[in-house]
């Protein structure tokens, strides 16, 4: 199990995962960095849902970051090929924001990636995740 703090970025309300104890930017932190919020227990309805939501942008993050990384690719690079700013895919990657369906959708092209959006409703439950893997013929 990862230990993990809750950092605010600067200039930002958004918190960030960061493992406790790594050196920011080694591979063992990034690798750790994106864990899931617990959002079992008793947390009121708004406080869940915004958890789901963290939850869904950490999927996101990860994903973007393992197949950029996985193309050789810098932060840059996958801009370039999305047509974004880099600034844009390092807020993604950070989890600081969630992206459109659309940005999603150009994000994927350009890392040749099929999108999976599950949203279900398990016991009246909301739960979200994204997932993006390699097509096919990517991943040979």
């Known amino acids: 199990m990862t230990d993990t703090t809750k ?16 050196a920011r930017g080694s591979a063992e932190a990034r690798a750790s960095a994106h864990t899931r919020l ?39 690079q996958l801009a370039e090929a999305a047509g974004m700013k880099q600034g844009a895919i390092s807020r993604i990657e950070q989890a ?6 659309p940005v999603v959708l150009r994000l994927a092209d350009a890392l040749d990636a099929k999108v ?9 439950e909301k739960a979200i995740e994204f997932t993006m893997t390699p097509h096919a013929a990517a991943a040979a």
């Open 7 to 22: 950092k605010a970025e600067a200039g930002t309300s958004a918190p960030r995962t960061v493992a406790a104890g790594k």
């Open 38 to 76: 617990n959002v079992t227990g008793t947390l009121s309805a708004e406080a869940q849902a915004g958890a789901e939501w963290m939850n869904a942008a950490l999927d996101l993050a990860q994903a973007v970051y393992d197949l950029r990384t996985a193309k050789g690719w810098s932060q840059r």
């Open 96 to 101: 600081g924001t969630l992206p459109t369906l």
């Open 116 to 124: 999976v959006i599950v949203v279900d409703r398990d016991n009246g």
